[in-house]
């Protein structure tokens, strides 16, 4: 079975740190990219960063780039997001997701066709 | 970054009626779209990739068409298990951005 598992999220302070892994099953983990979208409490998604399959390429959103820092180890098929000096604004449930690379005619298409059920960060004193 | 614009924001249907749902690009994003649905508590679902690609084991009453900066996401019949919120993404540039959503209640 196709799976991710998503763990790490806890209540931490501000300015605090946390690490999130996501550890994947059923698939070829090194050959997709893979992103982490997060949901604040009763809003929608955003996208936060994403990485190549070897994790020779990052890409974040402007709001955690300097903070955050996706990572993967292919050897373990797991994902990784350091996140540092959180903010209160950080708090979310944090979704990791396999970015399915599509090649079609043309251009190269992605869909983020497999989700893990979300481990949820609460940033406050 | 792309601004995604869905509208409406929400809206009441009932089962067997056809809705459409449009998301706006601030800036031109060829077919770079994708279109997710999420039920409470749960991970969104793909549905839709390349603006109009049907995601293997979607339902065929679920389409999307568009191109540039208009699009639109459209069930054919609604079922009880369409009620839900809709998110478009696009993937053109990063960062990757999505709509506020639509959620889609029943009437």
């Known amino acids: 079975e196709v799976q991710l598992v998503e763990s790490g999220g806890h209540l931490v302070q501000p300015g605090g740190s946390l690490r999130l892994s996501c550890e994947a099953s059923?698939?070829?983990?090194?050959?997709?990219?893979m992103s982490w979208v997060r949901q604040a409490p009763g809003k929608g998604l955003e996208w936060v960063a994403n990485?190549?399959?070897?994790?020779?390429?990052?890409s974040y959103v402007d709001s955690v780039k300097g903070r955050f820092t996706i990572s993967r180890d292919n050897a373990k098929n797991s994902l990784f997001l350091q996140m540092n000096s959180l903010r209160a604004e950080d708090t979310a449930v944090y979704y990791c997701?396999?970015?399915?690379?599509?090649?079609?005619?043309?251009?190269?298409?992605?869909?983020?066709?497999?989700w893990g059920q979300g481990t949820t960060v609460t940033v406050s004193s | 970054a792309i601004r995604m614009t869905q509208s409406p924001s929400s809206f009441s249907a009932s089962t067997g009626d056809r809705v459409t749902i449009t998301c706006r690009a601030s800036?031109?994003?060829?077919?770079?779209l994708a279109w997710y649905q999420q039920k409470p508590g749960k991970a969104p679902k793909l549905l839709i990739y390349?603006?109009?690609t049907l995601q293997s084991g979607v339902p065929s009453r679920f389409s999307g068409s568009g191109s540039g900066t208009d699009f639109t996401l459209t069930i054919s019949c609604l079922q009880s298990a369409d009620f839900a919120i809709y998110y478009c993404?696009?993937?053109?540039?990063?960062?990757?951005?999505f709509g506020q959503g639509t959620k889609v209640e029943i009437k």
């Open positions: 390349a603006a109009s």
């Open positions: 059923g698939f070829t983990f090194s050959s997709f990219w």
């Open positions: 993404q696009q993937y053109y540039s990063y960062p990757w951005t």
């Open positions: 990485i190549k399959p070897d994790g020779s390429a990052t």
């Open positions: 997701a396999r970015d399915n690379e599509i090649i079609l005619e043309l251009g190269v298409h992605y869909g983020m066709d497999v």
């Open positions: 800036q031109g994003i060829s077919s770079y």
